[in-house]
Antibody
Framework: EVQLLESGGGSVQPGGSLRLSCVASGFNFNNYGMTWVRQAPGKGLEWVSF????????FYADSVKGRFTVSRDNSKKTQYLQMNSLRVEDTAVYYC?????????????WGQGTLVTVSS | QSALTQPPSASGSPGQSVTISCTGTSSDVGGYNYVSWYQQHPGKAPKLMIYGVNQRPSGVPDRFSGSKSGNTASLTVSGLQADDEADYYCSSYGGSNNVIFGGGTKLTVL
């Protein structure tokens, strides 16, 4: 059974930093790209980042480019999202998602999310 | 790139069919067969319902179907059931190594 478990969320002041983690199980982690998607309170979904299976390919939404860094440790079956220079508008539930094998830019498994609150 | 456009709400009675639209541009929805649909119940994580415009993942009932015409994709839910009441989000490859989501549609089963 595929499982994704996020952690690392919490409350931080504007300008601060947080690192989110997502531990995966139930599939060959090395073989799949991974994605972060966020959802502000009461709002829709927003794609944040992608990292390829080997970790050498990364892409970011314009809204986080230069502030967020995605990485992965395949030996630990874990992906990370380092979030720096946090803004109030980064407040959201952050979901870790597994990219589908089909290459159709879809996400077939999601974690339950971790809440990040940026507030003074 | 802007979010894809979805109606804020849709509704239908049990057993009926309802269709939710998702409008983009020729640079996203119209340019690629990479449209997906996700179902999200309150307080839960999204669930993939349709990928590749019209493909259903294993375990998703065939009451859910997807299609695309030009820059508009559609999700049809037939034989509505109470548990279908949820938020539905479309997404598409945006053409610049990104994915764009729609604003979401709240489906109410009357």
């Amino acid at each position: 059974e595929v499982q994704l478990l996020e952690s690392g969320g919490g409350s931080v002041q504007p300008g601060g930093s947080l690192r989110l983690s997502c531990v995966a199980s139930g599939f060959n982690f090395n073989n799949y790209g991974m994605t972060w998607v966020r959802q502000a309170p009461g709002k829709g979904l927003e794609w944040v980042s992608f990292i390829g299976g080997g970790g050498g390919t990364t892409f970011y939404a314009d809204s986080v480019k230069g502030r967020f860094t995605v990485s992965r440790d395949n030996s630990k079956k874990t992906q990370y999202l380092q979030m720096n220079s946090l803004r109030v508008e980064d407040t959201a539930v952050y979901y870790c998602a597994k990219n589908s094998a089909s290459g159709t830019k879809s996400f077939d498994y999601w974690g339950q999310g971790t809440l990040v609150t940026v507030s003074s | 790139q802007s979010a894809l456009t979805q109606p804020p709400s849709a509704s239908g009675s049990p057993g009926q069919s309802v269709t939710i639209s998702c409008t983009g541009t020729s640079s996203d929805v119209g340019g690629y067969n990479y449209v997906s649909w996700y179902q999200q119940h309150p307080g839960k994580a999204p669930k993939l319902m349709i990928y590749g415009v019209n493909q259903r993942p294993s375990g998703v009932p065939d009451r859910f179907s997807g299609s695309k015409s030009g820059n508009t994709a559609s999700l049809t839910v037939s034989g509505l059931q109470a548990d279908d009441e949820a938020d539905y989000y479309c997404s598409s490859y945006g053409g610049s190594n990104n994915v764009i989501f729609g604003g979401g549609t709240k489906l109410t089963v009357l």
